[in-house]
Every structure is written in structure tokens, then in C-alpha cells.
């Protein structure tokens, strides 16, 4: 046992009158097991070898507690003292589980998941909010951010590239709140999409032809709709010979091209010093020679800067908006842009719009807690001061089926988009058909 420390003789000093909760119990054993083993030794040791080591310095600190307990017991009180040491506690066990999509702990005795688009209680528990707030911290420090009454709340993300806020009092009246946003350890791809029911083959086809023929996308939706995941799938599209460079707030995108450049936000420093902002990056990013920009989410005044990054040679770059409709999507862009700072007129506001942006794609989480594509548009340019659109393809809902499945099909417009001939000129073949909807209009 390498990592003991040497001379180590604490015991459990448990008083036999008064009866241990496996709360408790599980306590006493993890902050006994801190005391005995020696941190700095750790990495020595392989994996396996270490959670075999610590397996038994656990049970032989629940024999020398004496309180007698099931093997089942036994066996749960070693996993749960393991994830309490080198993981995340009680919600170790839930980031293993691979058809959870959302953990949400509402205090340290609430907590939800989504499982396959639909919400559930579990039956996990903290300690109490000290508990939770001790994990909450350990996510937080990993990633060189802080929590505290002085920056309450905190944008991070788990090494698998889950996404994860926590926010906590004076802010959160009930106790520290946290919420992570999973993403497979696996991304999806086309295939999968296309098999739950995202979209059809023509839409797919529409797309792979609008990232390989270097059209400006913008993903829209609302919160949980699948943005970052379509994001994730539509930029395989991209050939390998490009260079990307990425723009996040928390890094959570998964691309699987070589030439890649992560970049990500870093808040302000105790001092409220030190930020540096989406705006920020993507101006530095127009240094770095990029071919593909692609901004995880636009919020603020860096939409000016992605828009005149687009306008200025860096086409074929994608970002994601939250907005309900399409229409929607171009309005908040246009706010986000007057929060630049800059004084521009609205008309050439929306100049800059129609002029960057090429497709739109808007995304919805129906009821049964399928997502899917209900509009592809194109943005063909300016009437006055309106921005003129033209639906290619949509999503018509027919009614929901007794189990509560949305039922519904998409359909073509009929409508013959603007880029077709990009899409040609750029060698994408497709069939003279594909946008043919005969009466199926939506």
C-alpha cells in the first residue's frame, strides 16, 4: 500500500449506543480514507490497480467500524465512498448511465434527469446543500473557474465535454442549484439523426451540399432543441484539408476534423479583471487564418464581428441562435448587433444580415421529446427594408398518436433555392426532384 501514509493508526471512533444512517457511515469512512492514503502517490498507480487498492481500505475501515452490513451494503458503500473521493458523489453513478441527456439537482435532496426527452425524479440525495456545494466546487476548480457570494453563479463543463451551471445562494433561495447538459461520449452522426427521425434524406442532402459548397448557416431553436448536437453533425461535412477554429463559452463541441483550434471565454478574475469574451475571440480568430469559423452560440456584440467575418471572405462558417421561429432568429441578430455599441442604421443592420447569412435551419423539441428540423430556409436578400425568406423544407405535425408520439411528415416546398446553382458550381450533384413538392406544400 504505497499510498498509505506511514504511521497512520486513526480508527473510527463510533459510539456503539448511538446507531449509524448509512449517510453517516458513508461520511466517516470517506473523510477516515482522505486521512489514511497519501494524494501525491495516486498516479502511480494504474486505474485498476488503484480502485482495487482503495476497495480494500475501504472495507477494512467498515470492519474496523464494526457495524454490521450486508454484502449488498458493503459493495454500495465502497462505490459510493470511491465516487465521493475521485468523482462527483451521488451523481457519479448518472454521468455513466448513456440515455440520460440532463442531470438537474434542484437542492441536495431533489434531483431530476431527462431520460430519452422525458423528465423524471430520482432517488439520489446529498448530504445536505454543504454536500452539494463541496461537489459543485470540485467541478469548478477543474476547469480554472470559481463559485462563491461574490460570482454566484458559473458557466464550466466536465471533461467529457458536458456543460454544466451551478448557481448558488444569495441567488438560489433553496440552496446550491446545478444542471448539466450531457453529450455523448460517442457523437452522433448523419445516420443517427436520420434514424430518430430528425429529418429525411433530402433534407440531409440539402445540408451536406450547403457545408460543402461553403454557405453561412445559422442553426435556431430553443433551449434542449439539438442545436449544438446538429451543429456536432453538420460540421463532418467539412473537408479535412480546412482550418476551424471554434468559439464557445464553455468548449462542448466534438469535431472530428485534425486541423481544429478550440478557443473558449474566460470570466472575470476575483479583481473583475481578465475577461475575455466571445467578441473578443472572434476578433483574434480573423488573425489566426482560419477557413471555417464556427461560433458555438451567438448572444451579444460578437454578432457584428461573425457577420462581418462572413461578409469578408470567411464564408461557409456556422453558429446557433436561440429563437422560436426563423423570423424570430434575423430579429434577435439584429438586437445582438446593436448591442455592439456600434450606431448603425437599422436598414444596414439587416443589409449585413442578408448579405452573411445563407441558410437557416430551425429546430423544435416536440411534446413527446423527439427533435426535429421543421424549417430549412433561405435568406435571398432584401425587399425595402424587409429581409426576404424562402421556405425549402419543412415539418407538418398530424396529430399525436395514443402513447402520446408525435406523428407527422416533411415536405418540399416546391420552391428551387437560390444556391442550387452555388451548389452545382461547387460539383454537389443532386436530382433535378429533390425540391419538387408537388401539393405536399407546407
Do not use: W
Not at 448557416?217 to 432543441?225: A, F, H, M, Q
Amino acid at each position: 500500500m504505497a499510498f498509505l501514509n506511514q504511521g497512520s493508526a486513526a480508527r473510527l471512533q463510533a459510539n456503539d449506543n448511538v446507531p449509524l444512517s448509512f449517510q453517516d457511515l458513508k461520511s466517516r469512512i470517506h473523510r477516515l480514507l482522505i486521512e489514511r492514503i497519501d494524494l501525491t502517490k495516486l498516479d502511480l498507480l494504474r486505474s485498476g490497480e488503484l480502485a482495487h487498492e482503495i476497495g480494500y481500505v475501504i472495507e477494512t475501515l467498515i470492519s474496523e467500524e464494526g457495524v454490521p452490513l450486508s454484502r449488498q451494503e458493503k459493495e454500495r458503500l465502497v462505490i459510493e465512498v470511491q465516487h465521493e473521493t475521485f468523482g462527483l458523489g451521488p451523481i457519479e453513478p448518472l454521468l455513466s448511465s448513456p440515455d440520460i441527456s440532463d442531470i438537474l439537482v434542484n437542492n441536495y435532496a431533489s434531483t431530476y434527469v431527462e431520460r430519452h426527452g422525458k423528465l423524471e425524479k430520482t432517488d439520489i440525495v446529498f448530504r445536505d446543500n454543504t454536500h452539494l456545494m463541496q461537489i459543485i466546487e470540485r467541478i469548478t476548480t477543474r476547469v480554472g473557474r470559481r463559485i462563491d457570494e461574490s460570482s454566484p453563479y458559473v458557466d464550466a463543463r466536465l471533461p467529457d465535454g458536458s456543460r454544466v451551471n451551478a448557481i448558488i445562494p444569495p441567488l438560489a433561495i433553496d440552496g446550491p442549484a446545478l444542471s448539466i447538459r450531457r453529450f455523448s461520449l460517442v457523437p452522433l452522426k448523419m445516420a443517427d439523426l436520420l434514424e430518430l427521425g430528425a429529418f429525411d434524406q433530402r433534407i440531409a442532402k440539402v445540408i451536406e451540399g450547403a457545408v460543402k459548397s461553403r454557405l453561412n448557416i445559422l442553426i435556431c431553436g430553443g433551449t434542449g432543441t439539438g442545436k449544438t448536437t446538429l451543429l456536432n453533425v453538420i460540421s463532418e461535412f467539412i473537408p479535412d484539408d480546412e482550418r476551424i477554429i471554434t468559439i464557445e463559452d464553455s468548449a462542448e463541441l466534438q469535431l472530428k476534423q485534425d486541423h481544429v483550434v478550440r478557443l473558449e471565454t474566460r470570466p472575470a478574475n476575483i479583481e473583475g479583471t481578465g475577461e475575455v469574451t466571445q467578441r473578443d475571440l472572434v476578433r483574434n480568430c480573423l488573425r489566426m487564418r482560419p477557413n471555417r469559423i464556427i461560433l458555438g452560440e451567438v448572444r451579444g456584440g460578437e454578432a457584428l464581428d461573425m457577420l462581418q467575418a462572413m461578409n469578408t471572405g470567411h464564408d461557409g462558417s456556422i453558429s446557433t441562435i436561440h429563437a422560436n421561429t426563423v423570423r424570430d432568429a434575423i430579429s434577435r441578430l439584429t438586437t445582438m448587433v446593436m448591442m455592439a455599441g456600434i450606431d448603425l442604421p437599422d436598414r444596414a443592420i439587416r443589409e449585413q444580415i442578408a448579405s452573411a447569412i445563407n441558410v437557416i435551419i430551425h429546430l423544435v423539441r416536440f411534446p413527446d421529446g423527439t427533435r426535429k428540423i421543421v424549417k430549412v430556409a433561405e435568406v435571398t436578400g432584401m425587399e425595402g427594408n424587409t429581409i426576404v425568406m424562402q421556405d425549402i423544407f419543412c415539418f407538418v405535425q398530424k396529430g399525436i398518436e395514443e402513447n402520446g408520439k408525435v406523428t407527422g411528415e416533411f415536405r418540399a416546398t416546391g420552391v428551387r433555392p437560390v444556391f442550387a446553382e452555388r451548389l452545382k458550381m461547387s460539383g454537389f450533384n443532386f436530382s433535378p426532384d429533390l425540391f419538387n413538392g408537388g401539393n405536399n406544400t407546407c
